[in-house]
C-alpha cells in the first residue's frame, strides 16, 4: 500500500494529507515584473529575486494555512509544456497557437535528439525545501502531455516521440531524488485526450518511473474517464490527482464499477470558479469520495492548479481544503 511506502520513505503524513496541483497565482509585483523583462527592462537576476521572494510568500502561506505536502507554487513558469521545451536542447519555438479558452501559447518543434541538459528544476526544488520541514512535491510535466502538446519533425511517430522524452524526464527525475526530493508529481493533462493513445502514456510514465524510489503523483484535468478507467490504474504512480469537485463527482461512479487501486488526491474545489465554496459542500465532497473509497488512500486538494485565481481566492480554496481534511481526521 502507498501509505507504507510513504513511510519507507520516512514520510509520516496524517490522514487526507492536504496538497495542491502545482500553480498558484503569481503576486502583483510578479506579473509586472515578467512583462517588464520580457521588453528587456530589468534583468533576469531582477526577475529571479522577485520570483524567489514569490515563492517564499507561498510556502509561508502553506505553512500558516496548515497544507502537508507542498508545492513552490511555480512563479517561475508561464506554460507547463514550453517551460520544458525551451530549456531541453532538440526544440524550438513555434508559433502561436491556441490552446483553451483565449490563451495562446508558443507551440514548441522537435526539430532533432531531444536530450537533457542538465538539472532544471532541482534549484527551484531545492530552495522551496529548504524553507520548510514539510514535504515539497517535485514538479514536472509527463512525456505523454509534452509530445502531444509539441509538433514533432524528428521522431518517426508519437510513441517514438513519447518514449524519447520519458528518457529526458528520467534524468531529472533522478537528479530531483539525488537532491533528497521523496514526493514527485508529473501531469499528464493529456492523457484522457485520445483514449486509443492510453498504451503509449502508461509505456511513458513506465519509462519516468520505473524502478526509482519517491512517491509519485500524476495530475490529469477532467476529460474522458470513461473511456481510458480502469486501464490508467496501470500507470506507474503511487497517486491520481484528478479534478473531482467540477465533474460533479461523475468520476465516483466509475469507481464504484472498478474498484480504484491507487492513491487519490481528490479535487474538492473548484479551481474555475470564483465563488468560495462553504465548508458543508467540501465536506460533503469527501464523504461521498468515502463511500467508495478506503480513507487511507485519500489526499484532499483543489481540482487543479490555482493560478487564474486572485491570490485571495486561492488562500481561501485551500483553507477550505485543510479544514475538511481537519474535520475527517476527528
Ligand atoms: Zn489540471
Known amino acids: 500500500m502507498s501509505r507504507a511506502k510513504l513511510e519507507s520513505l520516512g514520510l509520516k503524513l496524517p490522514l487526507f494529507p492536504t496538497t495542491s496541483v502545482g500553480s498558484f497565482p503569481k503576486p502583483d509585483y510578479l506579473v509586472k515584473a515578467r512583462a ?7 534583468t533576469e537576476d531582477q526577475l529571479r529575486d522577485l520570483e524567489r521572494k514569490a515563492t517564499a510568500f507561498w510556502i ?3 505553512e500558516k494555512l496548515g497544507v502537508d505536502v507542498l508545492v513552490d507554487g511555480e512563479m517561475y513558469r508561464g506554460d507547463m509544456v514550453a517551460y520544458f521545451a525551451q530549456r531541453l536542447p532538440g526544440f524550438t519555438q513555434g508559433g502561436l497557437v491556441r490552446s ?14 531531444v536530450t537533457w541538459p542538465g538539472p532544471i528544476t532541482v534549484d527551484w526544488w531545492k530552495y522551496a525545501q ?11 510535466t509527463g512525456a505523454y502531455t509534452v509530445m502531444d502538446w509539441s509538433f514533432n519533425e524528428h ?4 510513441r517514438a516521440t513519447a518514449l524519447a522524452l520519458a528518457d529526458v524526464i528520467r534524468k531529472e527525475v533522478e537528479a530531483l531524488i539525488a537532491a ?32 526509482l524510489r519517491a512517491y509519485f503523483i500524476t495530475h490529469a484535468c477532467y476529460g474522458a474517464f470513461e473511456h481510458i478507467y480502469p486501464g490508467m490504474l496501470e500507470m506507474g504512480v503511487d497517486n491520481f490527482d484528478l479534478e473531482m469537485s467540477n465533474s460533479d463527482l461523475d468520476l465516483l461512479e466509475l469507481f464504484r ?33 468515502l463511500t467508495i473509497i478506503p480513507k487511507e488512500q485519500i489526499w484532499i486538494d483543489p481540482d487543479c492548479g490555482l493560478k487564474t485565481r486572485t491570490v485571495d ?15 475527517f481526521r476527528n
Open 155 to 158: 521522431y518517426p511517430d508519437r
Open 130 to 140: 529548504g524553507l520548510t520541514k514539510k514535504p515539497v512535491k517535485g514538479m514536472l
Open 257 to 289: 464499477r472498478h474498484p480504484f487501486t491507487k492513491d487519490i488526491s481528490f479535487g474538492v474545489v473548484d479551481v474555475h470558479s470564483h465563488t468560495q465554496e462553504d465548508a458543508s459542500a467540501v465536506r460533503k465532497r469527501v464523504e461521498q469520495a
Open 36 to 42: 517588464e523583462f520580457s521588453k528587456d527592462k530589468i
Open 100 to 113: 483553451y479558452g483565449n490563451r495562446f501559447y508558443h507551440k514548441p518543434i522537435i526539430t532533432g535528439e
Open 60 to 62: 509561508e502561506t502553506q
Open 180 to 211: 533528497g526530493c521523496k514526493i514527485i508529481q508529473i501531469d499528464e493533462p493529456a492523457l484522457s485526450v485520445r483514449p486509443e493513445e492510453l498504451a503509449i502514456a502508461i509505456e511513458a510514465m513506465d519509462a519516468t518511473t520505473k524502478g
Open 313 to 327: 481566492e486561492a488562500i481561501a480554496k485551500l483553507r477550505a481544503c485543510v479544514a475538511a481534511a481537519q474535520a
